[in-house]
């Protein structure tokens, strides 16, 4: 695979929370970078895909409510990543 060096201009406490993340994960933010990259190209793919073959999609499923109680470990995970996904 061949690297390309490039330059972006992006909010300096999104890069610094970004980098934080990055660390924290334990991967290094070029490679972060890329996944994120990866999944957007794929995620327009997917809809492209799906648009050409009906019209559209759609995901209809019913919510699964917890049998018992949701260890705390697993309840900050889901915070955290609601957090992160509804901060954008």
Same mark, same amino acid.
């Given at each position: 695979m061949v690297k390309v060096k490039t330059s972006i201009y992006v909010d300096k406490d999104l890069w610094r929370s970004f980098k934080e993340y990055s660390s924290k994960s334990g991967i290094e933010v070029s490679r972060? $970078?890329?996944e994120l990259i990866k999944d957007a190209i794929i995620e327009?793919? $997917?809809n492209r895909a799906f648009t050409e073959m009906g019209g559209g999609y759609e995901i209809d499923f019913d919510p699964v409510e917890p049998k018992g109680p949701v +260890? +705390?470990?697993?309840r900050v995970m889901r915070d955290e990543r609601a957090n992160s996904v509804f901060r954008q």
């Open positions: 972060m $970078l890329e327009v793919e $997917l +260890s +705390s470990f697993i």
